[in-house]
C-alpha cells in the first residue's frame, strides 16, 4: 500500500515537514542497516482516538537499541511525549507510526560507534496488511528464521527485515498472502511480519520466543485476552505440520492486527472460516480498540485529533 504523506514527523526533538526528513547517502544505516524501529497503531474510539500500548511499543524501541548498543538520547516518558506530539500535530486517525532510531552520518566502516544516533517518528494512513478479506491463504517458506546467536530476535532491528523480505517476496511469487518460517530446527517461528498461533481441540498453541520469534505486543494481548477468556494457552516448540491438522490459525500484529489463516500450503485450516476461538479473540480485540468495550487493561494513550481518515 503506498504511503500517505501527512505534515509533520518529529526529527530529534522537533517537528520539521515531511517532505524535509531526508538523510545522506552515506549514514551508517544505509550501508549497514543499523537501525531499530516500532510500529505502532492508533485507533478512533466514540469522541475520540487513542494510541495502543503506546509506552510498551517504546520500551521495545529502547531495549532494541540497548541490544545494538545504541543509547538513545531521549528517555522513554520522552518519547512517548514525541509520539503524542506528531500524532496530535498531525491530526489523522485511524493512523500508524513509525519511530525509528538509526546510526546517521559520521563514519563508513563496520564499526557503528562514532556514527550519530537520530530518531525520528512518524504517522500516516495505513489499512489492512495481510491479504485476504475471507482469510489469509499462506505458505511454509524455504527461508528459515534467524538462528540464535546471529541477529538477535528480540530486537526489531531493520536489519532483521531483509530475512523477513525474502519470506514474504518468496510467498507473494507463488501466490500466497504471506509466508511462515521455520526456526533452525525445523519448528515453527512465525510469518514476515507476524506472531503466529494455532488453535486445536480448543486450546491455544503458539511458539516461545525461543523459536526466534519477536516478542510481539500484539501476541503478548491476545495471550491476556485469551487466558481472561479463559481459553487454555500453551507456549512450546510446534512442527510443522500442527498446521494441516489445527482447528485454526491465526497471525497477530501491529500491521496484521488479528488475522486468522484460511489455508496453509493449499490445505484447508477447518472449514476456512473464523473460528470461534479467532473470533471471540478478535472481537475483544477490536471491542477495546474501537471504544465498544472498556479499556480494563490500560491499553490506549488518548490522543486529540481533528478527522478522522478512511483507510
Known amino acids: 500500500m503506498p504511503i500517505q504523506p501527512t505534515k509533520n514527523i518529529w526529527r530529534n526533538g522537533e517537528l520539521i515537514p515531511w517532505e524535509k526528513a531526508n538523510i545522506h547517502v552515506m549514514s551508517h544505516v544505509i550501508h549497514y542497516g543499523s537501525s531499530v524501529f516500532e510500529g505502532i497503531r492508533c485507533y478512533t474510539q466514540p469522541g475520540g482516538a487513542g494510541i495502543f500500548r503506546l509506552s510498551e511499543h517504546m520500551k521495545r524501541l529502547v531495549d532494541s537499541a540497548r541490544i545494538y548498543r545504541m543509547p538513545l538520547p ?48 512518524a504517522n500516516f494512513p495505513w489499512g489492512k496488511y495481510v491479504a485476504g478479506n475471507d482469510g489469509a491463504d499462506v ?44 526456526d533452525k530446527n525445523g519448528y515453527l517461528s512465525e510469518g514476515s511480519g507476524e506472531n503466529l498461533f494455532v488453535v486445536r481441540s480448543g486450546v491455544i498453541y503458539t511458539a516461545p520466543l525461543a523459536n526466534s520469534v519477536l516478542s510481539g505486543i500484539t501476541r503478548d494481548s491476545i495471550l491476556v485476552l485469551a487466558r481472561q477468556l479463559g481459553i487454555p494457552v500453551v507456549e512450546q516448540p510446534l512442527p510443522r505440520e500442527i498446521l494441516y491438522v489445527c482447528d485454526e490459525a491465526f497471525f497477530t500484529g501491529t500491521a496484521a492486527e488479528v488475522t486468522h ?51
Open 74 to 121: 531521549y528517555t522513554l516518558d520522552q518519547l512517548n511525549a514525541a509520539v503524542v506530539e506528531v500524532v496530535e500535530a498531525n491530526g489523522i486517525a485511524p493512523c500508524y507510526i513509525r519511530p525509528i532510531a538509526f546510526r546517521g552520518y559520521g563514519e563508513i566502516g563496520v564499526n557503528p560507534l562514532k556514527s550519530p544516533i537520530d530518531v525520528y517518528i
Open 139 to 182: 505458505c511454509i517458506s524455504s527461508w528459515n528464521r534467524l538462528a540464535p546467536n546471529t541477529m538477535p530476535s528480540m530486537a526489531k532491528a531493520g536489519a532483521n527485515y531483509m530475512n523477513s523480505q525474502l519470506i514474504h517476496m518468496e510467498a507473494l511469487t507463488n501466490g500466497y498472502a504471506e509466508g511462515i518460517a521455520l
Open 261 to 311: 489463516l484460511r489455508s496453509v500450503d493449499r490445505i484447508l485450516v477447518g472449514d476456512g472460516t473464523m473460528g470461534p476461538v479467532t473470533k471471540a479473540l478478535h472481537d475483544a480485540y477490536f471491542n477495546i480498540l474501537n471504544g465498544l468495550d472498556e479499556d480494563r487493561f490500560h491499553w490506549l494513550t488518548p490522543v486529540t485529533v481533528r478527522e478522522a481518515v478512511t483507510v
